[in-house]
């Protein structure tokens, strides 16, 4: 692992994780939204004069076709603009990554994803890892305060930092280790130099690599910015590349809120089982 010097360039971000919860007593809209899809997707199986046919095909969303079942709350709290991007992003990992898992943040920043996926991959095995990426040697070192102020050592040494371009990710990743998510966070450094920004061209390369390397039930998971220059076109070719996905073996999601123009977008890629 590298070791960075530390660094008083660090911002804190204001914390939503106490948005409220949309569980009871109401009846979550977006669980009646899915169930609704059910529905729709079982009417497009068959109905036959009203009443449903015995045979046919029938899509139900158990947890293998439908991988974020239990996201539901924070999702509806995005929507609802009560939850910030990257913590509904944070709760779809929760899902998916499990203690001693590998994993990847394609863009450390200011380390606030770094720490999320190690507290997630830590646990006794001590198998876990995080490996972080950045281009720019202020957002490691930022990373590495961070990591140095709120977590124990053990668990830091869980963390490889690599000054790299995330298209390059497959140099450093070990060829034994599947790789259960992979998290890109876009845009630029906060309070750090505007004009070091993710790119369409890279962030399509690095994403070429990271479905090549990704695990079966692994997933890649994208927050992009559009409210500045060049990020609705990075996120065109985010979406045509995960379109271009075949439906055999990958879920591709993407969630934004239609009246919030340069609002965020969340982007998930599942590769399925
Ligand atoms: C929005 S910030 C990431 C925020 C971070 N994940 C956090 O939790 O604080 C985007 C980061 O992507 C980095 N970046 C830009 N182009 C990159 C590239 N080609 N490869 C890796 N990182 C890149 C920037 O230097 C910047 O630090």
Redesign the pocket.
Known sequence: METLPPTLNLLFRPSLESAPSFRSPRVSLLRRFFIGCRFVASAAGGFCAGKRREEGPSLEFSPSVFPISGAEDSLLSFINGKMKA?DVAHSIWKIVIRGGDTVV??????????IALLKLVADDSRKGCVHG????SS?LENTSYLLRESVAEKQRELVKLHL????RMEDILPKDAPVRLI?F??????A?DKA????PH??LF?LQAASRIIASGGLISIVI?IGHPGGREELEAILSFASSLPVEGWNCFKFETANRPTGPVLVFIFKKQ
């Open positions: 990257t943040d394609a863009t450390c920043g200011n380390g606030y994803d770094t990426l950045d281009i720019q957002a790299l371009c995330h298209s998290a966070n876009l845009g630029y450094l906060p750090g070091i920004i993710t790119k890279s962030t690095a910015y």
